[in-house]
């Protein structure tokens, strides 16, 4: 029994050949995707578009002004210990020696400080007690009762504590006796006599360095 055969076609070189695959190589043809993924939209990654600044004609809203300065505070603080009354500070008796003790005490410390003419007005005459509370302070003249009158009230203030009595007052008065003819011994008690009259040379003396002949 004769079968046909017929010869294979000799395929042309412009026809696709299949090439036969390894022992190891599929024979399924892998599909390839042409298609290409857009891009994921991470917010991650996207800029953030920054915020249109408004600007205001006029400002807004309440301004809180109510915070104290610290003068406000110190003077508010001042205020406040002036505002203590009289009656609940002490008021102790005292005697008249005790005033001339505390007398003395502050016209040494007003030495020291270069006061010379407060200084001749405390020693030259002892307090005299006019009241209870009250004290006067007797001057040469005019000249000395107008300078030791801008310090007094630091005076007053020294008297009340030493003597715990905040109800003293002193007064200062203007002698009216002429002031006795002295006999300098030295150069040192005419100056003293002439700075009583005339505050102004204690400071001729000290701007200038002056030596005054004791």
Known sequence: ????????????????????????????????????????????????????????????????????????????????????????????????????????????????????????????RDPILQGPEHIELVVDNIVQRDYIQTHLMEFIDFMRKQLNNYFISIQIVVSEQAEEEVKYLNGKDKFNAMARKNPNLHTLKTRFNLDIDY
């Open 1 to 124: 029994m004769f079968f046909e055969t017929r010869a294979r076609k000799k395929k042309g070189l412009t026809e696709p050949i299949d090439i036969l695959p390894f022992p190891t190589q599929s024979l399924r043809k892998s599909k390839t995707q042409s298609t290409v993924s857009a891009p994921s939209e991470n917010p991650a990654t996207q800029v953030a578009e920054s915020p249109k600044v408004k600007i205001l004609e006029s400002p807004q809203g309440q301004v809180h002004t109510k915070h104290l300065s610290i003068k406000e505070a110190i003077e508010r603080s001042k205020q406040a210990a002036q505002e203590v009354r009289i009656e609940d500070q002490p008021r102790e008796q005292y005697h008249l020696d005790h005033v001339k003790m505390y007398w003395k005490q502050y016209a040494y410390k007003l030495k020291e400080n270069g006061m010379e003419t407060f200084y001749n007005a405390l020693i030259k």
